[in-house]
């Protein structure tokens, strides 16, 4: 992997269960933007952040059991259990390992490599796409998806809880030097990585109302370190149904942030 920022979500069995449930509601648009990108069965392809597996998962559905997919992690209590996960699945096709992208091997060029909600993480996501590239075959590849958070955040503006905690959860990502830019940023990105000729597509999230109250429970170890003021949402047992109570009062649905995915072919 490439060298990532401080990542305030933790890496304990709550995160690892919280990423399962969070991938369930991206999934479908996961799956729809990688098959746009190009890819299709028998490929092989390399998941860059590969977490508990569940990117993985998606590929390996679309490549089938005649393709290949290698998940890079760093936290190596995900590497275990990803493993896991995909061979409960039957899905041989899938491995994972933790490995910098620098140190795989040039010599058996990927189809396509992917990632979500990787780039914000990284000291230097330019650097981590031109790596990739180097390992992508000619005409292969590349698709990332990262999170947008301007609608968001303005869909809060009249919700005061929702908005305190939107607050907190921003902080704290910029704090631990998180690109909380990097959806809109990402297609400028793939440019300064030598790869101009991209496509984007921006999906709003659905059904996912936990979202938000489940991001704050991870981050409330980073939040107290931090001295930020997570008190002042009260208890976060109850933090979900007190959301969903105020957007109640005012009519409204919950506020969810856009997905913005860019993809781009390595010129032959």
Not at 63 to 79: I, K, Q
Request: net charge neutral.
């Amino acid at each position: 992997m490439p060298e990532t920022n401080q990542y305030a979500l933790g890496s304990d069995a709550a995160e690892h269960e919280r990423l399962i449930r969070q991938a369930a509601w991206l999934a479908p648009h996961t799956e729809r933007f990688f098959r746009g990108a190009g890819m299709s069965r028998g490929q092989r392809v390399l998941d860059l952040g590969s977490g508990v597996g569940d990117v993985a998962i998606i590929a390996a559905g679309i490549v089938g059991s005649m393709g290949e997919v290698v998940g890079a992690e760093r936290d190596p209590r995900a590497v275990v259990r990803a493993t896991a996960r995909t061979r409960e699945m039957g899905l041989s096709q899938v491995h994972f390992t933790q490995v910098d992208i620098a140190d795989l091997p040039p010599d058996r060029p990927f189809d396509g490599i992917v990632g979500r909600y990787i780039l914000m993480f990284l000291r230097d996501p330019v650097a981590a796409l031109r790596a990739a590239a180097r390992l992508v075959r000619s005409g292969g590849f590349l698709a990332f998806q990262e999170p947008c958070w301007k609608e968001f955040l303005s869909a809060c503006e009249a919700l005061p809880l929702w908005r305190a905690a939107a607050d907190l959860m921003v902080q704290t990502f910029e704090r631990t030097a998180t690109n909380t830019r990097m959806g809109p940023e990402l297609a400028a990105a793939f440019v300064r990585a030598g790869l101009p000729t991209s496509q984007s597509r921006t999906d709003r999230l659905e059904g996912a109302e936990r979202w938000m109250p489940d991001t704050i429970r991870s981050l409330a170890p980073q939040m107290r370190a931090l001295g930020l003021p997570i008190d002042s949402l009260g208890d976060l047992e109850t933090l979900y149904q007190r959301l969903l109570d105020e957007v109640a009062s005012q009519g409204r649905s919950a506020p969810l942030p856009s997905i913005v995915g860019t993809w781009a072919h390595k010129p032959t």
